[in-house]
């Protein structure tokens, strides 16, 4: 029988990889939570612009305002719950809001970015499998359920913790296996939270600036020949953050790749989310992108002068959408 999948803040990402896994899974074994694009969901599906997998992709998986409802509509248990939507602190957690989907077998697969996202799944679920993943996919919902894609698709995941025993090894090997038969690249690593740091240069560095400047980031190259050496200097600042906890890979050579690959965009390069949250007044994910790195960083005694300057800034900036215009 195919798997049962659910995913949790079907947006940019969210809808990407649901259409991914209906190239083998039919959609009516995909049920999409949606809320402010529920509209246009439930009426038409989704619709992706891609430039690696094409333009005008169309899919209707099954669409649900809450998890209560997605559990009430669907005949088995989940296999698979994809938390995509934004890592916040909300009450109730993410991780509450998805418990009636959750059945003794389920694996919860995040697919988010920052860092020290998984533990509040880990304390809820420690009988589940908790597969933690993060993914390279420039994506913008550009209006309700019609998505974005450019330039790259490349997902990591490993089991949280790392040595989680062999039921959550074989869940997140499922998992990975599913994305490769349906044609998404992913890698299944023993220690996923290397390439969550790798990860980290790039959004530790790019988001909040592109957030602040509400430029795209080869945009931002172009105004200042000091921007390169800044992102340069702040990618820096996570590689010893990131080495103090023995990911010594995470490194200069690192920050260099993570560089060229920006500097060699055409303009006006990529809108990182934290962007695309800005210019909609959303909340951006500024505790699990820096403010985590940031704490990280002082338990181990580690000097990020800039990271705690860019820390404040882009928490300032997203308290002021909580007040609404100043
Ligand atoms: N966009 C990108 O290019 C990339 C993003 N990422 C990461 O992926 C994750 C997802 O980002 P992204 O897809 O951009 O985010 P989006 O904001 O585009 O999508 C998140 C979705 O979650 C929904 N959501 C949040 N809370 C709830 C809730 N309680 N009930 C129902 N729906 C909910 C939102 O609904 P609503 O619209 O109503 O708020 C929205 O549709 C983040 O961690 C991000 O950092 C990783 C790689 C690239
Ligand atoms: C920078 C980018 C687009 C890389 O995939 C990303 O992770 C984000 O927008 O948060």
Same mark, same amino acid.
């Given at each position: 029988m195919?798997p049962?999948i659910?995913?949790?803040?079907?947006g940019?990402? $969210?809808? &990407?990889?649901?259409?991914?896994?209906?190239?083998?899974?039919?959609?009516?074994?995909i049920?999409?939570?949606?809320?402010?694009?529920? !509209?246009?969901?439930?009426k038409?599906?989704?619709?992706?612009?891609?430039?690696?997998? $094409?333009?005008?992709?169309?899919?209707?998986?099954?669409?649900?305002?809450?998890v209560? #409802?997605? *559990?009430?509509?669907? !005949?088995?248990?989940?296999d698979?719950?994809?938390?995509?939507?934004?890592?916040?602190?909300? +009450?109730?957690?993410?991780?509450?809001?998805?418990?009636?989907a959750?059945? #003794?077998? +389920? *694996?919860i697969v995040?697919?988010q970015?920052?860092?020290g996202?998984?533990?509040?799944?880990a304390?809820?679920y420690?009988?589940?499998p908790?597969?933690? +993943?993060?993914?390279?996919?420039? &994506?913008?919902?550009?209006?309700? @359920? &019609?998505?974005?894609?450019?330039?790259?698709?490349?997902?990591h995941a $490993?089991?949280?913790?790392a040595d *989680?025993?062999?039921?959550?090894?074989?869940?997140?090997?499922?998992f990975?296996?599913?994305?490769?038969?349906?044609?998404?690249?992913?890698?299944?690593? !023993?220690d996923?939270?290397?390439?969550?740091? *790798?990860k980290?240069? &790039?959004?530790?560095?790019? %988001?909040?600036?592109?957030?602040? +400047?509400?430029?795209?980031?080869? @945009?931002?190259?172009n105004?200042? %020949?000091?921007?390169?050496p800044?992102?340069k200097?702040?990618?820096?600042e996570?590689?010893?953050?990131?080495?103090?906890?023995?990911?010594?890979?995470?490194?200069?050579q690192?920050?260099?790749?993570?560089?060229?690959?920006?500097?060699?965009?055409?303009?006006? $390069?990529?809108?990182?989310?934290?962007?695309? !949250?800005?210019?909609?007044g959303?909340?951006?994910?500024?505790?699990?992108?820096?403010? %985590?790195v940031?704490?990280? @960083?002082?338990?181990?005694g580690?000097?990020?002068?800039?990271?705690?300057?860019?820390?404040?800034?882009?928490n300032?900036l %997203?308290?002021?959408?909580?007040?609404?215009?100043?």
């Open positions: 195919a049962r659910l995913v949790f803040g079907t940019s990402v $969210g809808a &990407v990889y649901a259409w991914v896994l209906s190239q083998t899974i039919p959609a009516t074994s049920t999409t939570i949606c809320r402010s694009n529920y !509209d246009q969901a439930s038409d599906g989704f619709a992706i612009d891609s430039t690696i997998w $094409g333009n005008n992709l169309k899919f209707k998986p099954v669409v649900a305002r809450t209560a #409802e997605a *559990a009430e509509k669907s !005949d088995q248990p989940f698979h719950v994809l938390v995509c939507s934004k890592a916040l602190n909300t +009450t109730p957690s993410t991780a509450e809001l998805i418990k009636p959750i059945s #003794e077998t +389920t *694996a995040l697919i970015n920052g860092i996202i998984e533990d509040e799944y304390r809820v420690p009988n589940n908790l597969i933690s +993943t993060l993914t390279y996919l420039p &994506v913008t919902q550009v209006s309700p @359920a &019609v998505i974005q894609h450019r330039e790259v698709e490349l997902l $490993g089991t949280y913790p *989680a025993p062999s039921p959550s090894k074989d869940a997140a090997k499922k990975v296996d599913l994305l490769t038969a349906a044609g998404a690249t992913a890698v299944l690593h !023993d996923v939270q290397e390439e969550r740091w *790798a980290l240069l &790039v959004n530790v560095a790019w %988001n909040p600036v592109c957030a602040l +400047t509400r430029c795209r980031d080869r @945009a931002f190259i105004t200042n %020949n000091k921007v390169l800044f992102i200097d702040v990618m820096m996570v590689c010893s953050v990131a080495q103090a906890y023995g990911y010594d890979n995470v490194n200069e690192l920050a260099h790749h993570h560089i060229g690959r920006a500097y060699r965009r055409d303009l006006p $390069g990529v809108q990182p989310s934290m962007m695309a !949250d800005t210019l909609a959303r909340e951006m994910e500024v505790d699990a992108i820096i403010g %985590n940031v704490k990280r @960083a002082r338990a181990k580690v000097a990020v002068p800039l990271l705690r300057t860019i820390y404040l800034l882009v300032g %997203n308290a002021s959408f909580a007040v609404g215009n100043p």
